[in-house]
């Protein structure tokens, strides 16, 4: 560390568990967080100020107003833009901490994709609003043995994890992963911006203990928050005696890559869809588009309103279809705009 570092995280290191060693440790280290909204728009904020070295954003979605009143970092101007969140994200953390590198990924989080998104991560951060992906996640890191960190938030509290494999229980000695997205969620219970924040910085300290060396004081158990309720409750989970992830070693959601399914997005009344395997010429689209409704676009993505639709449609060949919460119905627009 040079001296203008060692001042500027000199209350960092100051604290004891930390220390210099544990703040040189944190600059050379790398964490992936999926999903940027709530819980991963805090933790990114959180650890580019605490200076990690190197952070890989990944998001599948755009900004909206109606993220605002919960996620950190954007504002009405990435609103109004529509930009992904992981590049709106990496711009705002860029400025917060110029020494941090900040790689911005707008993409999916799927069985084809997840190896290489979250490629060299020391630790894997659950900013997702999904089991599905949850479930993912906890397959990759038990398999390949890479820590992570499971987070829910939901009204007025939620859930965090740290998953250290062969040190701690896994997310399916916690949740039957047969429930698959059980339980009230964002759009059924609504959520308190603290209750998020609360569980990001929980989740967040987890990874500094990681990122830092300090595995030992990791937690081996599920912290469950109720801000409302002012309890918060430390619960010990152990290994499950025949846990189909880190007992039996069996990762069906991993294997199951190839089988992109759309996805339909929660409190959104949105579907994402992604029908092809090339990359789209937005620019020819936006052409083909024009005669048929207002497109707009910026360098990332192409929004494309044919009331009652919206669709954002992404270099990748995603396409976020707003105002169906039906599947088949959202290929079917897929197909009748974008093609196949
Ligand atoms: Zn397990």
Not at 77 to 97: G, Q, S, T
Not at 105 to 121: E, F, H, K, Q, Y
């Amino acid at each position: 560390m040079d001296a203008r570092d060692r001042e500027r995280y000199a209350r960092q290191s100051q604290f004891a568990p930390l220390g210099e060693e544990g703040q040189r440790r944190l600059r050379a280290s790398h964490a992936a967080i999926v999903g940027c909204g709530a819980l991963g728009s805090l933790q990114a904020e959180a650890l580019a100020r605490a200076g990690v070295g190197r952070l890989t954003l990944i998001d599948r979605d755009f900004v909206e107003e109606s993220n605002l009143q919960r996620q950190w970092l954007y504002d009405e101007a990435d609103a109004a833009e529509a930009l992904p969140k992981a590049v709106a994200a990496a711009r705002r953390l860029r400025l917060i901490n110029s020494g941090v590198e900040v790689e911005a990924r707008p993409a999916d989080v799927n069985a084809d994709t997840v190896a290489a998104l979250v490629a060299g991560a020391d630790v894997i951060l659950d900013g997702t609003d999904n089991f599905e992906t949850r479930f993912l996640l906890n397959e990759l890191a038990v398999r390949d043995g890479r820590p992570w960190i499971y987070g829910a938030a939901v009204g007025g509290g939620g859930t965090v994890m740290p998953i250290v494999p062969g040190r701690t229980a896994c997310l399916a000695c916690l949740v039957d992963p047969a429930l698959n997205d059980a339980g009230p969620t964002c759009e059924t219970a609504g959520i308190l911006n603290v209750a998020s924040a609360a569980v990001a910085a929980f989740q967040t300290a987890e990874a500094l203990k990681i990122l830092s060396g300090r595995l030992e004081a990791v937690s081996a158990r599920a912290v469950s928050l109720d801000l409302w309720g002012g309890k918060p409750r430390a619960v010990g989970v152990e290994r499950h005696p025949d846990c189909p992830v880190c007992v039996r070693r069996e990762f069906p959601r991993l294997a199951a890559a190839g089988e992109r399914r759309p996805a339909v997005l929660c409190g959104r009344n949105a579907v994402q869809v992604q029908e092809r395997d090339r990359e789209l010429d937005l620019e020819r689209l936006r052409s083909t588009l024009e005669p048929l409704g207002e497109v707009r676009a910026n360098e990332y993505a192409l929004r494309f309103l044919a009331p009652p639709y919206a669709m954002t449609v992404f270099r990748d060949g995603r396409a976020i279809i707003q105002g169906v919460s039906d599947v088949a119905q959202a290929r079917s627009l897929y197909a009748r705009y974008i093609g196949v």
